[in-house]
């Protein structure tokens, strides 16, 4: 696929930006103007300022001896990188990289986009309608290189598609200026006659470094496709990205369905010819008022079980707002791991257990409705103490070579951290008689012997405990301990489970 970009000019960008926002400048001749040196300097002109000789560069001064009911308006340092991202974010729905051109134009990575619109012409004349369509002055040009777009779309003609073979043609005909060379350079090339990018074309490579540098190569060979430009996208995208555009915004949750399960077509696709499942994955809905909506689901383990993952959106299609209507999804899936060879064959398993896909889906289904956090599973870990005795598991697969301890009875309800009870029990260490806890008190009729656990002397110091299961007059069984023996000044009771 030969690589396309698309270079947008926007001509009155800080002008046009101040219109949209304060509408009675639209019918006015006015200027932004930044200090330097002492002296208020026009930075930017409204088209009808323009069409009266008001150019940047030029001193306010100056420019209200032109025009003297002239509007002189302070810029606000920074602005049009704002703008302009702002403009590029808007932009990705026509491709997924698009970069800010400093200081009044986008650089888009068409490459393989336009045939969605119905080709070059349609795709290119979509995005500056669009832009016009907002306020905009603006300008484009599509190439076969960064350089060649962005001198086509200020310097050029008329035509603003240009093929592969005609691109060099096109180019030699321009001013050295459209090479985006520094004003220095421009001087001395304008002095020596050189008024056309052909005739400096047609000089020795050496007497052109030797003359002017390495700038003036550098930007000749990135113009003509000799040397790689690179792009920094505002928004990179994900690695597993796909596309959908609409020729009419889509509203209706049936046709949202419908786009979601033919992008999950799309995704699920590479991603088996590549042997990865998804294990997260983020749609993104491009409203036509200019807003984003979004959604995002995750799995227990690679999947790429088109159905199940329909399932898991299905679930979240009432959370996306169309508005007047969505015109673009993107789909990402930011998290993929390497799928077994044998994985796909457990989709039609029916058996039971963690590697059961039935136990995963479900999972899937209840996290991603619930939240990721609702599920958790847990795995035993070599402790002494009980509330460290496991740990949540990464994965519904993971396994442990520690084992559940099962030879002592365990509370169904262990409290993360064991709270204080006041104790009435027999000396020395028979179990309590008594106890009280959140002020209620509870009459102990049964009682087990005490089980002894030592601390962990290796990672801390301080008193061993000694457990009872113990059941009050109700039938209520507890799990209490005593930290160090019952004639230590530092003893405490505590109670730390509760028995189903």
């Given amino acids: 696929m030969s690589k396309r970009f698309i270079s947008i000019w926007f001509r009155h960008l800080l002008t046009d930006w101040l219109a949209l926002r304060r509408p009675e400048l639209k019918a006015v001749p006015f200027v932004l103007a930044a200090p330097v040196h002492n002296r208020m300097v026009i930075i930017a002109a409204n088209n009808l300022a323009e069409a009266q000789g008001i150019t940047a560069g030029t001193t306010a001064a100056d420019a209200k001896a032109v025009i003297p009911d002239l509007l002189v308006i302070d810029a606000v340092p ?85 093929p592969p073979a005609d691109q060099a043609t096109a180019l030699l005909a321009l001013p050295p200026i459209a090479l985006r060379l520094e004003s220095l350079l421009l ?9 056309t990018i052909q005739k400096i074309a047609v000089l020795p490579r050496r007497a052109l470094q030797r003359r002017f540098g390495m700038e003036l190569l550098l930007r000749l060979d990135q113009a003509f496709g000799h040397e790689e430009e690179h792009l920094e996208p505002l928004n990179p995208p994900e690695p597993y990205h796909v596309r959908l555009p609409f020729l009419e915004p889509i509203r209706t949750p049936e046709a949202i369905a419908q786009a979601i399960l033919k992008l999950l077509e799309m995704m699920c696709l590479r991603l088996r010819q590549e042997g990865k499942g998804l294990r997260s994955a983020i749609l993104k809905g491009y409203r036509i008022d200019g807003k984003l909506v979004n959604i995002a689901i995750g799995t227990n383990r690679p999947v790429v079980h088109i159905e199940h993952l329909f399932k898991l959106f299905e679930l979240k299609i009432p959370q996306i707002e169309p508005a007047l209507g969505i015109e673009l999804f993107t789909l990402d899936a930011p998290r993929v791991e390497d799928l077994s060879a044998d994985q796909e064959a457990l989709w039609a398993s029916d058996g039971c257990g963690l590697n059961t896909i039935a136990l995963s889906e479900l999972l899937d289904r209840l996290a991603n409705k619930l939240g990721t956090g609702s599920i958790q599973r847990y795995l035993p870990q070599e402790r002494y103490w009980p509330e460290h005795t496991i740990r949540l ?47 209620v008190r509870h009459i102990i009729r049964k009682a087990d012997d005490a089980e002894r656990i030592e601390r962990e002397w290796w990672r801390d110091k301080g008193q061993h405990r000694d ?34």
């Fill in 78 to 162: 920074g602005q049009a990188e704002k703008i302009l991202k702002a403009a590029g974010g808007w932009c990705i729905r026509y491709s997924p990289v698009v970069a800010i051109d400093l200081p009044n134009g986008l650089i888009i990575n068409a490459s393989g986009c336009a045939h969605l619109w119905g080709g070059e012409e349609a795709y290119l004349q979509a995005i500056l309608t669009a832009l016009k369509n907002k306020g905009y002055h603006v300008r484009g040009a599509m190439a076969s290189t960064i350089g060649a777009a962005w001198a086509m779309a200020r310097y050029g003609s008329n035509k603003l598609i240009i």
């Fill in 393 to 439: 598991a990464n994965t519904l697969t993971e396994q442990t070579e520690a084992n559940w301890r099962i030879g002592k009875p365990r509370p169904t309800i262990l409290l993360p951290k064991p709270e204080r009870i006041e104790v009435t029990a027999l000396l020395p260490d028979n179990p309590p008689m008594l106890f009280i806890y959140k002020g």
């Fill in 467 to 500: 457990y009872y299961v113990v059941e009050d007059q109700e039938g209520r069984r507890y799990w209490l301990f005593r930290s160090g023996h019952y004639n230590s000044e530092s003893s405490e009771w505590y109670i730390h489970g509760f028995f189903a």
């Fill in 187 to 195: 001087e001395r090339l304008h002095k020596l006659g050189f008024y």
